[in-house]
């Protein structure tokens, strides 16, 4: 009979590869760069970390399973910051700007780029 870990640990690792996949069909399938990244940032972070989970507890040890989690909660922080940057240097040379019909949203954007620039 299969140990309990060890159906725990499958569980956790294919469900995030669920999300990893979900995240590939999420920037395939959304239509611009901003949904993009968002698809990347939450379902990409959230697979990385059951996988890491996954794996710490297949591992079964404790200091090899506390660098592993170590490692998920590394990603856990730098992903959401990495692809905050990206969208934030994206927005800022106008790389995909999506289209506003409120014209205070189109002054707003002006307005930030004229304080940024100087």
Request: hydrophobic letters at 55%.
């Amino acid at each position: 009979m299969i140990e309990m870990h060890l159906f725990i640990s499958y569980a956790l690792i294919l469900l995030g590869c669920f999300f990893a996949l979900s995240t590939t069909i999420g920037i395939l399938r959304f239509p611009d760069l901003y949904t993009r990244i968002h698809a990347g940032a939450v379902a990409l972070t959230m697979s990385a970390l059951l996988i890491t989970v996954g794996t710490a507890v297949y591992v079964w040890e404790l200091f090899l399973s506390l660098k592993i989690l170590l490692i998920g909660v590394f990603l856990l922080i730098s992903n959401p910051m990495a692809t905050h940057a990206i969208a934030r240097v994206a927005y800022r040379h106008r790389i995909a700007i999506p289209v506003s019909r409120d014209l205070s949203s189109r002054q707003k954007f002006e307005e930030d780029n004229r304080h940024d620039s100087s």
